[in-house]
Structures are given as C-alpha cells and as structure tokens.
C-alpha cells in the first residue's frame, strides 16, 4: 500500500501542479490583459494633457481670450456732412435760395480757405454746401486748364477752374464769383 499511496499522492500532486500552472496561466492572460487596459488609459490621459497643454498655449499666446477679464468695444459715430454736395447735384437742391461753393480740397490753403467761410456762415438764413473739386466723382466739372463757363444752367455744361461761388435762387445760377475776396465778402455775415 504504500506503493499506492504514493502514487496516489504523486497524481494527486500532478493534478495540484497542472492546476496551479492553469491558475498561472490565467492570471498571466489577465495580467495582459490588464496591462492592455492600464496602457489605453495612460494614453487617453497623455492626450488628454496634450489637448489641454495646447489649449492654454492657443488661449494665452494667440487668441489672448484667457487673459482678458473685460470685453472693451469701441464705437465710432459716423459723421455725415449735410453740406457737401456732387457737382453733378448742385442744380437739384431743394432750398430755394442757396450758395455752393467750389473748392479743391487736395490744397491745403483752399481747404483752409472753405473752412473758415464755410464755419462763418452756418447758421445764415442762406444755406451754404460745398463741393470738393478734388474728389474723383467731380473731376469731369474741373479743368484747370480750360475755359470755365460762368453761365451754366444744368450740369451738363458747368466747368470751373479754380475755387468758385456760385449762388442760386430756384436751382438757377444768379451769381457766379471766383475772385477769392469778393467770396470772402459774399460769405462773411452781416452784422445784426
């Protein structure tokens, strides 16, 4: 019996042996598989520090939006000038008593000259609008060569030379000035 005894304590030592190096193997296979997890994991969180490391960078060097607190807007009025005309558009006031004064405003000393009548004389019964010969859209009514008509009656035939006053009264022209006294004198108010 001892024969057997010990063989039965053999096999059973083989089967104790087979089921630790299954329990091993086991423990092995999830090992790796827990290892696979733990790695995906460590990964997410790599990316996920990088995905943050460029969003702060982007916020604070490029964008600034994480350092500004405050949103400051700025608005600007836009200022429109009721007084200045197109020369195309000077015989199509609705005033019925009105002066235009031409001047090229590309030159600093008739720029200066229009300012200073111009500002004198708002808020005269006579309304007072200015066409700046100096814009592109007026070039075609300003030759400083050529011969300027004193007497036109519509667009088609107004060309000036130099700074002019022109005065109307029912979009017709009554006086036309281009001696830069006489202008001063027609545009400086009377005295009340």
């Known amino acids: ?21 299954k329990e091993l193997k086991q423990s092995k296979i999830s090992n790796e598989e827990y290892d696979k997890v733990k790695g995906f994991v460590f990964l997410v969180i790599i990316i996920g520090i990088f995905v943050g490391i460029l969003f702060l960078v982007n916020g604070n060097l490029v964008t600034k939006d994480l350092k500004e607190d405050e949103t400051t807007t700025t608005t600007t009025e836009v200022e429109y000038d009721s007084s200045l005309l197109t020369a195309d558009s000077v015989f199509n006031v609705k005033d019925k008593n009105y002066y235009v004064l031409f001047v090229d405003e590309t030159i600093k000393d008739e720029k200066e000259f229009a300012e200073e009548f111009i500002s004198k004389f708002k808020g005269e019964e006579t309304p007072i609008y200015k066409v ?16 300027e008509n004193i007497k036109p009656t519509s667009k088609d035939d107004l060309l000036l030379t ?24 027609e545009l400086t108010p009377e005295e009340k």
């Open 162 to 185: 130099r700074t002019t006053l022109i005065k109307f009264k029912k979009n017709k022209v009554v006086s036309f000035i281009t001696d830069k006294n006489e202008i001063g004198k």
């Open 1 to 21: 019996m001892k024969k057997k005894d010990k063989k039965q304590e053999v096999k059973s030592e083989k089967k104790e042996v087979v089921f630790i190096t």
């Open 132 to 147: 700046n010969l100096g814009d592109l859209i007026n070039k075609k009514y300003y030759d400083k060569n050529g011969t």
